[in-house]
């Protein structure tokens, strides 16, 4: 960091030059440094963290009391509070493409529900998504995938959407896109036990 005096023949200069020096002050004295440019912080495998991370957080709070109690054990092993136990189990697991569980261990031996979804439209630059359950099963959440061809593999970077599946109702959810392109959407619900489904609903949606 370069200390500067009266900068750009100025008392003061703030911002960044030709997208390579930035000037600013700290605790009134004027500095100038190189332009850090950060990562691109919405690289499918950063979106997919993130979603993991807002799902198993919203879903703790809806995990039966029996089941904290057996995170609660596995915390006290390890000396942290029941909910780090269950966020850090979550996110190792999704490390193998492997769903949350509400339950501690993860047995990954219940059904997962139905839900499939049976439309997809755009909605300006919305991506509508209808998705529908017949039978509930262990039901407990979602995938849903985006890729640029019918025979893709869905993987954890695939993901776009991670939610909960609690009942029985039609669901509409919302996925923002830039453009109009052919896309190749599907479904894998998950148990509450962290079971994967292996039934794959999918769906093309054209310009």
């Known amino acids: 960091m370069v200390k500067l005096t009266g900068p750009m023949n100025s008392l003061a200069a703030g911002g960044t030059l030709a997208n390579t020096i ?3 002050t700290n605790k009134g004295r004027a500095y100038a440094r ?6 691109n912080p919405k690289t499918p495998p ?3 963290q993130r979603m993991l991370w807002q799902f198993a957080s919203r879903a703790w709070n809806g995990v039966p009391s029996a089941d904290k109690e057996s ?4 915390a006290a092993r390890t000396d942290t509070s029941p909910y780090n136990a269950y966020m850090g189990s979550a996110a190792l697991n999704w490390n193998n493409f492997l769903p949350p569980s509400r339950s501690a261990p993860p047995g990954r031996s219940l059904d997962a529900s139905d839900r499939v ?4 439209t755009w909605d300006e630059h919305r991506v509508k998504i209808r998705t529908v359950a017949t039978v509930a099963n ?3 959440g979602l995938l849903i995938h985006v890729g640029p061809t019918p025979d893709y593999t869905p ?10 599946d609690q009942d029985l109702d039609v669901h509409y959810t919302y996925w923002t896109y830039p453009e109009r392109i052919a896309m190749r959407f599907k479904t894998q619900p998950f148990s509450s036990d962290g079971k994967l489904s292996t039934f794959i609903g999918s769906w093309t949606l054209n310009p």
């Open 71 to 74: 995170w609660a054990a596995i």
């Open 138 to 140: 262990d039901q407990w």
């Open 22 to 24: 930035t000037f600013s």
């Open 34 to 39: 190189t332009r850090v440019l950060t990562p």
């Open 117 to 120: 979804m049976n439309s997809i």
């Open 155 to 164: 993987t954890k970077d695939t993901v776009i959407i991670f939610e909960l």
């Open 46 to 48: 950063q979106v997919s």
